[in-house]
């Protein structure tokens, strides 16, 4: 009976110890898959990777040195890749679109897109507009806005000392 009881116990505790373990090495993976694809595309560049973060599927890399902002995406129909000089950019806004809908539910999510714009020197070009989160991709929200305020930061400071040196 003791037998028994302490087998069932250790197969509860795999169990459990299971279902919190797996989803963090499942991340750790395709965090780690998604650096070596940006070192590549870095590689490329000859450039250097000062700050990186991964913000839901979307790995983001800064070369302060060069003025270089590097984005991955990994999606499963294909993958999107973008490099921006930070020299041609006058302006660096955070994205944040919301439905128009109200619910009472408490886990409702309120965002439709969540990225970053930036506008261009060039005024005969479009903005660009980097997506980390969209609602037609991922019914749950897969970052912290926090996150994302970071980096819109981070940018426009590197913006603003680019423009007053010039």
């Known amino acids: 009976m003791d037998a028994v009881s302490i087998i069932i116990g250790l197969i509860l505790v795999g169990i459990f110890l299971l279902i919190f373990i797996l989803p963090a090495m499942n991340t750790k993976r395709r965090e780690k898959k998604m650096l070596l694809t940006l070192s590549k595309l870095v590689e490329k560049q000859k450039s250097k990777i000062d700050q990186?973060?991964?913000?839901?599927?979307?790995?983001?890399?800064?070369?302060?040195?060069?003025?270089?902002?590097?984005?991955?995406?990994?999606?499963?129909?294909?993958?999107?890749?973008?490099?921006?000089?930070?020299?041609?950019?006058?302006?660096?806004?955070?994205?944040?679109?919301?439905?128009?809908?109200?619910?009472n539910n408490e886990n409702f999510n309120p965002y439709e897109k969540l990225g970053l714009e930036f506008i261009l020197n060039d005024k005969s070009k479009p903005n660009i507009i980097w997506l980390f989160y969209q609602v037609d991709e991922y019914?749950?929200?897969?970052?912290?806005?926090?996150q994302l305020e970071k980096w819109e930061k981070s940018i426009q400071d590197i913006i603003s000392k680019q423009s007053i040196s010039k």
């Open 52 to 103: 990186k973060e991964m913000i839901g599927d979307v790995m983001i890399g800064l070369d302060q040195l060069k003025g270089i902002l590097y984005f991955y995406k990994h999606r499963k129909d294909q993958d999107i890749y973008d490099i921006l000089q930070l020299r041609d950019v006058s302006c660096c806004k955070l994205l944040i679109q919301k439905k128009q809908m109200k619910s």
């Open 139 to 146: 019914l749950r929200l897969n970052l912290d806005l926090k």
